[in-house]
């Protein structure tokens, strides 16, 4: 009898999923990248949770092909490293910075008496959390950065099922004397981990564990536009469907929604994926100057430039700068005279300039 109870409990053991943990080594750290697919699969299923789950999104379409990048603060600049670099306030100390999408782009730059080109979030991690102590901008060719008065921290180590955490962020983004204008961040997040199980992707079938993520928004911007002197608010509430699986840098799928008149509309879907086989390198448009050079290059794009790299005629690689913005200035004076091919590579797509240096 004892035999047979033993047997029964094994062989009830294969119907069911594994509970993994997610700690910090299972998230990108500086200088990691992770290819991933979008997909425009809108009546996808992200309500599906629970113990024991079986996730089945293997028949999600690819639509586009990225890199998510981890970036190294040393190639964030001398201002932003005072701000968050080593010698920062150790709250405010990051491990790295990412593009960030989570303002409403379109709504600042309709408002906004200036061009805002891209955003970026610092990325503080440590065993105990992964918290976002700040932000930089681009604007008119230079790059800012803005310290949060209270600090969001997005994930709390180890994630477990079952788990349930709340954190406010707040970051006041004062843009005089470049514009008479601020916008006011201020992000509630309630996350709980809903559900562990198995999903299945078209890269492969992961243990995994789900999150939800809600954020409620009261963003609001001040303006003065000669006697107009106005706060605008932009309320949203958005929420975030992630399916994390060991060793994977980021979650295997991910699913992020809007609140619209009451109903939550997917507005992107990602999920990790390899290369596609004769993966078209679409073109970047840039221009480089002064060319010939004798030791300072300027690359200008229409998108954000993550990395630079040099090669001689030979191929070989003599340099490589990670960097973030829609203008780049490079230092090459520690290269021969000669000439060389750069390489300007963005989130989308690349570009290859034949440059001549003195």
């Not at 294969?14 to 979008?38: M, R, Y």
């Not at 024991?52 to 981890?70: I, M, P, Q, R, V």
């Amino acid at each position: 009898m004892k035999i047979y109870i033993i047997s029964a409990f094994t062989f009830l053991s294969f119907g069911l999923k594994s509970q993994i943990t997610i700690n910090e080594t299972d998230f990108l750290q500086s200088g990691d990248s992770v290819g991933i697919s979008t997909s425009t699969n809108l009546a996808i299923d992200f309500s599906t949770t629970g113990p024991n789950s079986t996730w089945d999104f293997s028949g999600l379409t690819e639509t586009e092909y990225l890199y998510e990048k981890a970036k190294s603060m040393s190639s964030a600049g001398f201002i932003i490293n005072i701000q968050f670099g080593p010698f920062a306030p150790t709250e405010y100390r990051a491990s790295y910075f990412q593009n960030f999408d989570g303002l409403p782009m379109e709504d600042l730059t309709s408002f906004l008496p200036i061009q805002i080109n891209s955003i970026n979030r610092m990325i503080k991690i440590d065993n105990n959390k992964l918290s976002v102590p700040g932000y930089s901008l681009e604007t008119q060719g230079q790059v800012i950065g803005f310290k949060s008065d209270t600090i969001e921290t997005a994930y709390e180590f180890p994630i477990n099922y079952g788990d349930i955490y709340s954190s406010t962020g707040y970051t006041d983004i004062n843009l005089s004397p470049a514009a008479e204008a601020r916008i006011k961040m201020n992000r509630k997040r309630q996350s709980e981990v809903d559900g562990y199980g198995q999903i299945t992707t078209p890269d492969g079938t992961y243990d995994a564990l789900r999150i939800k993520h809600v954020v409620n928004e009261m963003d609001s911007i001040y303006i003065e536009l000669g006697p107009i002197q106005q706060w605008i608010p932009i309320n949203r509430t958005n929420s975030e469907y992630e399916w994390w699986a060991k060793n994977k840098k980021r979650p295997v799928l991910k699913v992020e929604t809007e609140t619209i008149a009451g109903n939550e509309v997917p507005t992107r879907i990602t999920y990790i994926n390899s290369p596609p086989v004769g993966l078209d390198h679409n073109t970047l448009e840039t221009k480089v100057y002064p060319n010939p050079t004798d030791k300072i290059l300027n690359i200008e794009s229409v998108e954000v430039i993550d990395s630079v790299k040099v090669f001689s005629t030979d191929g070989r690689q003599v340099f490589e700068q990670e960097t973030s913005g829609m203008m780049v200035t490079l230092d090459l004076s520690n290269l021969t005279p000669g000439v060389y091919t750069v390489q300007a590579i963005s989130q989308k797509a690349q570009s290859f300039k034949s440059i001549v240096i003195k």
